[in-house]
């Protein structure tokens, strides 16, 4: 019987246990180790959950049309017992807005797209005044939309979801800190705990979010995943703004609905400060000094808006290429990193799930494809580059 251990029970590695516990041909027991079961600081927890298929790379929309397909299951397949997941999908699609200079590039995202079965549709200025007459065009050139299967969903949901299912099949949660991994023969032996117990184990995943790289470092491979700060701010507008979708300004400034308000965030444009670990605090001046005079040029209805809240999560970033890594370093074979997917996590985590299931049960995988995000790429220096990186 092999046994696994999980170290991380936020949404993929929850996904991973849900997947691994439900497949035919996996004969052995999972164990999660999760720190803060609470899940109070989890990138799960604090996610603005939104699912997209406006990637640049055909693995990623694959993975996103999955994942939709995953959410709108959920009723019957993370089920127990007449308890059926209420995941609140929309799907309004995202609204890319683009300069002249920009382009070039978002059409080649849209053939990309289009190639991978993404439901887009690029419009010009005019067509985009016609379809949102609440909004300014000033500086835009191109927009991109998604016509369906895009939006966003009660993302803290999926994840108890999973690992509500999971348990519910047989994977045992461990609320304790992981604090070393014992070896034995080269291979991995066993996750060491912050009580002093040692849980035994064949093959162990660091699915450990922002801070994977910790883990890794117990076995002294170096995996560039940096834990980066990211706020959501949500705000209130008294007009009715109709058929509002996930709006990616040209400065990287992004909006959407949530209930009956906004709302709003962004994300650092390339050498701008973005730090390792900063406190999850939201600064308010971040959102009155840049992002509100962005938002009330580009919706002139949000010149007058209240500021209601916010909150901040992490990104686990990949600093190599902004995708995920997926397998084993091949200097520790018996230890699968599956990490830093740089925000789009939580929209991937049902695939990511299946195929490292696949993987570990079948010995490859079966459903999708997800060598190209495989550790070893690190050694070998190729890169899956995404851009779209909101």
């Not at 308890?83 to 300069?99: C, F, I, M, S």
């Not at 990511?352 to 070893?376: H, K, W």
Request: a negative charge.
């Amino acid at each position: 019987m092999q046994r696994v251990v999980i170290i991380g029970g936020g949404v993929i590695g929850s996904s991973i246990a849900y997947h691994l516990a439900k497949h035919p041909l996996f004969d052995g027991m999972v164990t999660v180790i999760e720190r803060d079961p609470s899940y109070k600081r989890a990138s799960s927890a604090l996610s603005a959950s939104s699912i997209r298929v406006q990637f640049s790379t055909p693995l990623n929309i694959a993975l996103s049309r999955f994942g939709l397909d995953f959410i709108k299951r959920a009723a019957v397949d993370l089920a127990i017992e007449g308890d059926v997941p209420a995941l609140g999908l929309r799907e309004p699609g995202y609204l890319y807005l683009v300069p002249e200079s920009g382009v070039a590039g978002l059409r080649e995202n849209f053939a990309v797209q289009r190639e991978a079965g993404g439901d887009v549709a690029l419009l010009e200025p005019a067509a985009l005044a016609e379809r949102f007459p609440w909004m300014k065009l000033h500086g835009v050139a191109l927009g991109s939309l998604g016509l369906s299967g895009e939006g966003w969903f009660n993302g803290p949901g999926l994840h108890q979801a999973l690992r509500t299912k999971a348990r519910a099949l047989g994977v045992l949660f461990v609320a304790r800190t992981a604090t070393g991994l014992v070896r034995r023969n080269g291979a991995i032996g066993g996750v060491q705990l912050d009580d002093g117990a040692t849980v035994p184990a064949e093959l162990v995943i660091n699915a450990g979010g922002g801070w994977a790289g910790e883990v890794a470092s117990w076995v002294g491979v170096e995996l560039p995943i940096k834990p980066r700060r990211r706020m959501v701010f949500q705000f209130a507008c008294r007009a009715e703004l109709p058929r509002f979708p996930l709006l990616i300004d040209p400065t990287g400034i992004w909006v959407r609905p949530e209930g009956n308000g906004y709302l709003t965030g962004f994300s650092p444009a390339e050498g701008e400060d973005d730090p390792d670990e900063p406190p999850l605090e939201i600064d308010e001046a971040v959102f009155h000094e840049r992002l509100w005079p962005v938002l009330a040029e580009r919706v002139p209805a949000f010149e007058e808006l209240k500021l209601t809240g916010g909150w901040a999560g992490y990104y686990d970033m990949n600093l190599s290429d902004h995708n995920g890594l997926v397998g084993a370093h091949p200097a520790v074979p018996s230890l699968l990193h599956v990490a830093g997917f740089s925000g789009h996590g939580m929209q991937h985590a049902p695939g990511i799930g299946r195929g490292v299931a696949e993987l570990i049960a079948q010995g490859r995988y079966v459903s999708l494809d997800l060598s190209p995000l495989a550790t070893e790429r690190l050694v070998t220096g190729e890169k899956l580059l995404e851009r779209n990186i909101i």
